[in-house]
């Protein structure tokens, strides 16, 4: 049976119908590449995360927070316990080869007897540790190397020039058990020295003893802390005298040392989280099949597993899921705005084909063959909105997604969503046709019916849904947070587009015209005021787009400035390092007497006076109590001026206002400095509701207690913990701790002093902070770089969101503009046999095309002022709408920018351009008789 023509031609009749299949692809392309967007840009973020992770791995970061795993033992290599283990560790995936490095750790073992490894010659002595590692000349940077090398040692370069001894020559290497002070038992045989040839010498870090890292690696710097102590300077690491494993080894047994042996491994560049979680899984499970019982004797020799492996990638998984949540809750919002845009384009060609939808009706085509040939003809625009959606997508996340490769499996889910999203459009498409055709083909009737108030009913679901974000509870925002901006633009739209025709067409003038250049703005007004519920939807569309546009702009100004703010209370600093305290800067500090000396007389000592390194400055911390409350709160004492420059303070006007209340707690102290001595502790009170300014408290520690006076209160600051905390001077909270004064040598009794922390905050990059304190020969026993402490997942979440809203926002404005246009060019249509009498009667094309501006110049303006209003309404609930942690400090900001003012304009002025154009070539079509006798 042939197939009717009326079936074969609707795949192809879209595109006959003046750019209708074009405006219906447009709106389906937006929801489709909504759609397909969300598993790549999931995919590619959780990637992301892992590098970003990684690549804030400062180079001095402990084997515990990096991407590498050490087997450590007091076996050998050979031994076959280890053998095993070392090949579990091989097969783990996603780890480079192992290497092994071992050092000496005789004097912590037998801490009880004097044990201090030398390496001599010639009479001279120099303290230092037997290491061993696989391969010395690829491992080191070699200053000067012996030709055939192989079986000796290599010495830092330091050692070599004060022992005067160069590649090719020997050295002994003993481990000595007796000295001036600690003189050998009687009858006890010498200590056992072994001779060994110098195979090289090698260049040593910055400071002066660990071995410089060779060129592209962290091999050395990442052990910093790592690395043994010298047995007579604790602060100091030793020099290390290094063999190939074999001949360290020999060299151990002969002098009766003994070595901790580790195995090491790192994890591949580039891999997917996807990868880096199965190797995750595998460090996890060496680590159970170590812990497992063995034969192993307990204690500091038995085998263990040291790696920041699993915490890494949990970070950067934790990040992925905070990124999917947020994903998937926008691709679907731009999904379904893309939708309700095809919708509207539909209900826009429904109303221009009433004529022959009403005809159809009449020959029989009823609703369910009307439906199936709309689906027939909205086919082809759905057809290419999935390849074009999957192919949009791919190059977006290409040019402003995260860096990666999209994996097949991301793809894979991105042809489906497109594909499901797609088909909705085609059933929206069925089911306005089905509903048109049931409208046309009712019959007429004298009496009007009453049209349904749709304007007010949009206003009141918009007026819900802004009730519900105002009473939601929810420490982050849902999809009814999501859409509440969006339902506020299209209802506002909708109500100034009524209002304003209310208005309009009572003030319209009745008389004509008495110019011609008058003529075109009378006869816009005219059009306008007669343009109905289409005319309104238009506005509603574009009010719409342009809503969520400046919306959008101004939300994402908000949560880069929230993230930078966060971030710094979350760090403090771009980088910290925790020191044992400002006395080791000074090499004879003052010391805190015992509790002896205390007792007998002995006075405390001043502390010397310290200055930071440039651009540091000293921050203590401790935990206190508050008389008249429970629970504990941090403390931090600082120096006020120094600490403004060296802390990080974000973006906002919060974290500004907040930074000059040290301004504030510099003029108390002054004035209590004034006094003589210190009546109150000034302090600026940051989360605490017990401590409001004015209020004095009596707050104390392990030793000490002190009065305190509440200066100002803040509700963040930079290196806020969990616990509410006080800010104060350091130089007046510690004349208050006596003998517990941190700033003083510890004393040489074991009674444990006050315990506060000691750090130096940086404006600098960690590695330069630590550089600087290993020239001071200043142990560090922590580092923070805020590029890894900053990383949270709503931050994260918050800030990879930004893109993808910025992108939605643009689908939301694309599909506005869609609907805009499809208005203009019906309303062109509709008019071209008005027009050509108009024409005829000496109204002239200028005429016209000024009818068209004005028309158009209403619709956009009173869109911009729906768009303003919106923003205005919204402004209020901002955190509650975009904030994706209400509960985090410093709140958010929502405020209107002028750059945020200036993109929503250009938006408007290109739709604006756009509408007329298309307006201009939808009357082009025909000469003036030939559009009267086909339209007139």
């Given at each position: 049976?042939?197939?009717?023509p009326?079936?074969?031609?609707?795949p192809a009749?879209?595109?006959?119908?003046?750019?209708?299949?074009?405006?219906?692809?447009l709106?389906?392309?937006?929801?489709?590449?909504s759609?397909?967007?969300?598993?790549?840009?999931v995919?590619?973020?959780?990637?992301?995360?892992?590098q970003?992770?990684r690549d804030?791995?400062?180079?001095t970061?402990r084997?515990?927070?990096s991407?590498?795993?050490?087997?450590?033992?007091?076996?050998a290599?050979?031994?076959?316990?280890?053998?095993f283990?070392?090949?579990?560790?091989?097969?783990?995936p996603?780890?480079?080869?192992?290497?092994?490095i071992?050092?000496?750790?005789?004097?912590?073992?037998?801490?009880?007897?004097?044990l201090r490894?030398?390496v001599?010659?010639?009479?001279v002595?120099?303290r230092a540790?037997?290491?061993?590692?696989d391969?010395?000349a690829?491992?080191?940077?070699?200053?000067?190397?012996?030709?055939?090398?192989?079986d000796g040692?290599w010495?830092?370069?330091p050692?070599?020039?004060?022992?005067?001894?160069?590649?090719g020559?020997?050295?002994?290497?003993?481990?000595?058990t007796?000295?001036?002070?600690?003189p050998a038992p009687?009858?006890?045989?010498p200590?056992p020295?072994a001779?060994?040839a110098?195979?090289g010498?090698?260049?040593?870090?910055?400071?002066g003893?660990?071995p410089a890292?060779?060129?592209?690696?962290t091999?050395?710097?990442?052990?910093v802390g790592?690395?043994?102590?010298?047995?007579?300077y604790s602060?100091?690491s030793s020099y290390?005298?290094?063999?190939?494993?074999?001949?360290a080894?020999?060299?151990?047994a002969?002098?009766?040392?003994?070595?901790?042996w580790?195995?090491?491994s790192?994890m591949?560049?580039?891999?997917?989280?996807d990868?880096?979680?199965?190797?995750?899984?595998?460090?996890?499970?060496?680590?159970?099949?170590?812990?497992a019982?063995?034969d192993e004797?307990?204690?500091?020799?038995?085998?263990?597993?040291?790696?920041?492996i699993e915490?890494m990638?949990?970070?950067?998984?934790?990040?992925?899921?905070?990124?999917?949540?947020?994903?998937?809750?926008?691709?679907?919002?731009?999904a379904?705005t893309?939708?309700?845009?095809a919708?509207?384009?539909?209900?826009?060609?429904a109303t221009?084909r009433r004529a022959e939808?009403?005809h159809?009706?009449a020959?029989?085509?009823?609703p369910?063959?009307?439906?199936?040939?709309?689906?027939?003809?909205?086919?082809?625009?759905?057809?290419?909105?999935?390849?074009?959606?999957?192919?949009?997508?791919?190059?977006?996340m290409a040019?402003?997604?995260p860096?990666g490769?999209?994996?097949p499996?991301?793809?894979?889910?991105?042809w489906?969503?497109?594909?499901?999203?797609?088909?909705?459009?085609?059933?929206l498409a069925?089911?306005?046709?089905?509903?048109?055709?049931l409208?046309?083909?009712?019959?007429e009737?004298?009496d009007?019916?009453?049209?349904?108030p749709?304007?007010?009913?949009?206003?009141a679901?918009?007026?819900?849904?802004?009730l519900?974000?105002?009473?939601?509870?929810?420490?982050t925002p849902?999809?009814v947070?999501?859409?509440t901006?969006?339902l506020v633009?299209?209802a506002?739209?909708?109500?100034?587009a009524?209002?304003?025709?209310?208005?309009?067409?009572?003030t319209r003038p009745?008389?004509l015209p008495?110019?011609?250049?008058?003529?075109?703005?009378?006869?816009?007004w005219?059009?306008?005021?007669?343009?109905?519920?289409?005319?309104v939807?238009?506005v509603?569309?574009?009010s719409l787009?342009?809503?969520?546009?400046?919306v959008?702009a101004?939300?994402?100004?908000?949560?880069r400035?929230?993230?930078a703010?966060?971030?710094a209370?979350?760090t403090?600093?771009?980088?910290?390092?925790?020191?044992p305290g400002?006395?080791?800067?000074?090499?004879d500090?003052?010391?805190?007497?015992?509790?002896?000396?205390?007792?007998?007389g002995?006075?405390?000592?001043k502390?010397?006076?310290v200055p930071?390194p440039?651009?540091?400055?000293?921050?203590f911390?401790t935990?206190?109590?508050m008389?008249g409350d429970?629970?504990?709160?941090?403390v931090m004492?600082?120096d006020?001026?120094?600490?403004?420059?060296?802390?990080s303070?974000g973006?906002?006007q919060?974290?500004?206002?907040?930074?000059?209340?040290l301004?504030a707690?510099e003029?108390?102290?002054d004035?209590?400095r004034?006094?003589g001595?210190?009546?109150?502790v000034?302090?600026?009170?940051?989360?605490?509701?017990a401590?409001?300014?004015?209020k004095?408290r009596?707050i104390?520690?392990?030793?000490?207690?002190a009065?305190?006076r509440?200066?100002s209160s803040?509700t963040?600051?930079?290196?806020?913990?969990d616990?509410?905390m006080l800010?104060?001077?350091?130089d007046?909270?510690f004349g208050y701790?006596?003998?517990?004064?941190?700033?003083?040598?510890?004393p040489?009794?074991a009674?444990?002093?006050?315990?506060?922390?000691?750090?130096?905050?940086?404006?600098?990059?960690?590695?330069?902070?630590?550089s600087?304190?290993?020239?001071?020969d200043?142990?560090?026993l922590?580092t923070?770089a805020q590029t890894?402490l900053?990383?949270?997942?709503e931050l994260?979440?918050?800030?990879?969101s930004t893109?993808?809203?910025i992108a939605?926002?643009?689908?939301?404005?694309?599909?506005?503009?869609?609907?805009?246009?499809?208005?203009?060019?019906?309303s062109?249509?509709?008019a071209?046999?008005?027009d050509?009498?108009?024409?005829r009667?000496?109204?002239?094309?200028?005429?016209?095309r000024?009818a068209?501006r004005?028309e158009l110049?209403?619709?956009?303006?009173?869109?911009?002022?729906?768009a303003?209003?919106t923003?205005v309404?919204?402004?209020?609930l901002?955190a509650?709408?975009f904030?994706l942690?209400?509960?985090?400090?410093?709140a958010?900001?929502f405020?209107?920018?002028?750059q945020s003012?200036a993109?929503t304009a250009?938006t408007?002025?290109?739709?604006f351009?756009?509408?007329?154009?298309?307006a201009?070539?939808?009357?082009r079509?025909?000469?003036?008789?030939e559009?009267?006798?086909r339209?007139?």
């Open positions: 049976m042939a197939l009717s009326v079936w074969r031609r609707a009749r879209a595109w006959r119908r003046g750019g209708a299949g074009a405006l219906l692809l709106a389906l392309l937006a929801a489709t590449t759609a397909a967007s969300a598993s790549m840009f995919q590619l973020s959780g990637d992301d995360a892992l970003t992770v804030g791995i400062p180079d970061a084997t515990a927070d991407d590498e795993i050490r087997l450590i033992s007091g076996a290599p050979d031994d076959e316990l280890m053998r283990r070392s090949e579990s560790l091989k097969r783990i996603g780890l480079t080869s192992p290497t092994t071992a050092f000496s750790v005789a004097p912590e073992l037998r801490w009880q007897s004097f490894p030398v001599r010659h010639d009479g002595e120099i540790r037997l290491a061993a590692v391969d010395p690829a491992s080191l940077v070699p200053v000067a190397a012996s030709e055939g090398a192989g040692v010495l830092p370069q050692v070599a020039e004060q022992l005067g001894v160069q590649p020559g020997t050295v002994e290497l003993v481990v000595l007796r000295d001036a002070l600690h009687k009858d006890a045989p200590d020295v001779t060994v110098v195979d010498v090698y260049e040593v870090g910055a400071d003893r660990r890292d060779p060129p592209g690696t091999a050395w710097s990442r052990r790592g690395i043994p102590t010298d047995t007579e602060t100091q290390l005298i290094l063999g190939d494993v074999a001949t080894t020999a060299l151990a002969t002098t009766e040392d003994q070595l901790m580790t195995q090491e790192a591949l560049p580039g891999l997917t989280l990868q880096a979680q199965q190797t995750a899984a595998g460090v996890a499970d060496l680590r159970d099949q170590v812990k019982p063995s004797p307990a204690g500091p020799l038995r085998t263990g597993v040291v790696s920041g915490t990638v949990s970070t950067a998984s934790s990040l992925r899921e905070a990124t999917r949540d947020r994903t998937a809750l926008l691709a679907a919002a731009g379904a893309g939708l309700l845009s919708m509207a384009v539909l209900v826009l060609l221009d939808l009403r159809g009706a020959i029989g085509l009823g369910l063959r009307t439906a199936g040939l709309w689906v027939l003809e909205t086919l082809l625009p759905a057809a290419l909105a999935v390849v074009g959606g999957v192919l949009l997508a791919r190059a977006a040019a402003l997604g860096d490769i999209v994996q499996s991301a793809m894979e889910s991105a489906s969503a497109a594909s499901v999203v797609s088909a909705i459009g085609l059933v069925a089911i306005v046709a089905a509903t048109a055709v409208v046309a083909d009712r019959p009737s004298s009007r019916k009453r049209s349904v749709w304007v007010w009913l949009l206003a679901v918009a007026a819900t849904a802004l519900a974000a105002a009473t939601s509870k929810a420490s849902g999809a947070a999501l859409l901006p969006a633009a299209l506002l739209g909708a109500v100034v009524t209002v304003a025709l209310a208005v309009a067409r009572r009745s008389s008495r110019s011609s250049r008058s003529a075109g703005r009378w006869l816009g005219r059009r306008t005021t007669g343009g109905g519920a289409s005319a939807l238009a509603a569309a574009l787009g342009l809503g969520m546009v400046l959008t101004t939300a994402v100004a908000g949560t400035t929230a993230i703010d966060r971030t209370v979350r403090g600093a771009v980088a910290t390092a925790e020191v400002t006395w080791a800067f000074v090499e500090p003052p010391k805190t007497p015992t509790a002896a000396q205390v007792a007998k002995k006075r405390v000592p502390p010397a006076i930071p440039e651009g540091t400055t000293f921050v911390r935990l206190v109590s008389d429970f629970g504990y709160r941090d004492a600082v006020p001026e120094a600490f403004a420059a060296a802390a303070w973006d906002g919060q974290m500004q206002d907040i930074r000059a209340q301004y707690l003029a108390a102290a004035e209590e004034a006094a001595q210190a009546d109150m000034p302090v600026i009170a940051v989360n605490d509701s401590a409001t300014p004015g004095s009596l104390s520690g392990q030793g000490w207690s009065p305190m509440v200066v803040a963040a600051f930079p290196g806020l913990r616990l509410p800010v104060t001077t350091a007046i909270l701790f006596g003998r517990e004064d941190p700033r003083l040598a510890p040489d009794d009674i444990p002093r006050a315990y506060v922390e000691t750090w130096l905050w940086s404006a600098e990059p960690v590695d330069g902070l630590v600087t304190l290993q020239q001071a200043v142990p560090v922590q923070t890894v900053g990383v949270d997942p994260d979440a918050a800030d990879r893109g993808y809203l939605l926002a643009a689908f939301v404005a694309l599909t506005s503009v869609v609907v805009l246009v499809e208005q203009a060019r019906r062109a249509r509709r071209r046999a008005a050509a009498m108009l024409v009667v000496g109204l002239g094309r200028s005429g016209l000024a068209r004005w110049m209403w619709a956009v303006s009173a869109a911009l002022v729906a303003v209003i923003v309404v919204v402004s209020p901002g509650s709408l904030d942690d209400r509960a985090a400090r410093p958010f900001e405020r209107v920018t002028w003012l993109i250009a408007a002025v290109v739709a351009v756009l509408a007329l154009w298309a201009e070539r939808g009357s079509r025909s000469t003036a008789e559009v009267v006798l339209d007139g």
